[in-house]
């Protein structure tokens, strides 16, 4: 068993944030395993994919250029990744948590009968000792999440199959890069030798894509409103704030169920992961749930009228009282001293 592979997805040319950041990680798990980084991208028009991985870290990149791979349909990318990596014989595989990879990841692994852990929070290295049939395993990838409805915390092993398959939701992982100057090899593959005729027997004829009207990932001031906030004209407190501070809003998944802010600003373990500068907590009583999507923040202010939520044991600053004596005063304040 070889090297760590992550598959990177790629729009209009653009590597995608939850690629690098897997790069990020992966250059981290390689150097552990004593092995080499590898990515793989798969599309058309990929000349300029190099030179936004390498800076990563990245040994090899596999490139697959032709027109028919993009945009993503599932039996090609499925056919490519299998046949290359039943060749190469990752230790361990990557791929985002996103539409395209929570397609491709389980027929890969399926495939392959490798096994795959959705949606980690964490991974690592260790070992394991199986007293059972007393073996011990070394250099096993830890693939930990949230299970039962996020009541626990889960670490995941597979210490038969290869490669061991993970999926990591974006923003999850930190996007840094390690060198500007890191070269790599790149391969270019023969495409034909990878793919039949069958493999297009779905074509995409037409594309609608709407771009999100919300920034929650790239802003570096959230608030973020829970069940506490009380009502939807409540949370007009929220935008009136962050409009003065110039940050996003967001909400718990209560606040999206109860109707109080809309689905595409849920922040959370079944929403957005954000790590912003500050993050203002209103209303928010702090299930793991949650804390999950949350718990990178550089500032996190909570706002709660009770003083024993959960959600206060990792915020720096709590102020307790009501959202309604609150945000006014805040809102009052920052309006007078901002410049």
Request: contains cysteine; aromatic residues 8%.
């Amino acid at each position: 068993m070889n090297n760590l592979f992550v598959y990177c997805e790629i729009e209009d040319g653009i590597v995608a944030d939850v690629s690098l950041e897997l790069l990020t990680k992966g250059r981290t798990l390689a150097t552990t395993l004593g092995c080499k980084l590898e990515a793989v991208a798969i599309g058309e028009n990929l000349d300029n994919i190099g030179e936004q991985v390498f800076p990563f870290g990245i040994d090899t990149l596999h490139l697959f250029d032709d027109s028919r791979l993009y945009p993503y349909t599932s039996l090609p990318h499925t056919s490519i990744l299998i046949k290359l990596f039943e060749d190469e014989k990752p230790q361990v595989a990557l791929m985002g948590a996103t539409s395209i990879g929570r397609d491709l990841g389980p027929r890969v692994s399926s495939a392959l009968f490798s096994g795959l852990t959705a949606d980690c929070t964490s991974l690592e290295i260790g070992s394991h000792e199986d007293k059972k049939e007393g073996k011990t395993y070394e250099n096993l990838l830890y693939q930990i999440r949230p299970a039962f409805g996020g009541n626990i915390v889960a670490t995941i092993i597979n210490p038969e199959c290869r490669p061991q398959m993970a999926t990591v939701r974006e923003g999850v992982m930190k996007k840094e890069v390690l060198d500007t100057n890191y070269k790599g090899e790149t391969r270019k593959y023969d495409v034909n030798e990878y793919i039949t005729d069958a493999d297009f027997v779905v074509s995409v004829i037409d594309r609608q894509i709407e771009k999100s009207k919300t920034n929650l990932k790239g802003s570096p001031i959230i608030i973020a409103g829970g069940y506490g906030v009380g009502s939807k004209e409540n949370f007009q407190l929220l935008y009136d704030l962050a409009g003065v501070i110039g940050g996003e809003v967001g909400g718990s998944r209560a606040a999206v169920d109860a109707g109080f802010i809309e689905h595409e600003r849920q922040i959370g373990q079944t929403g957005v992961t954000v790590r912003p500068k500050l993050y203002i907590a209103c209303g928010i009583s702090g299930q793991i749930q949650h804390i999950a999507g949350m718990q990178e923040s550089s500032i996190i202010i909570s706002i709660n009228n009770d003083p024993t939520a959960p959600i206060n044991t990792i915020a720096d600053y709590v102020i307790t009282g009501t959202i309604e004596e609150v945000l006014p005063k805040m809102i009052k304040y920052y309006k007078q001293n901002m410049k």
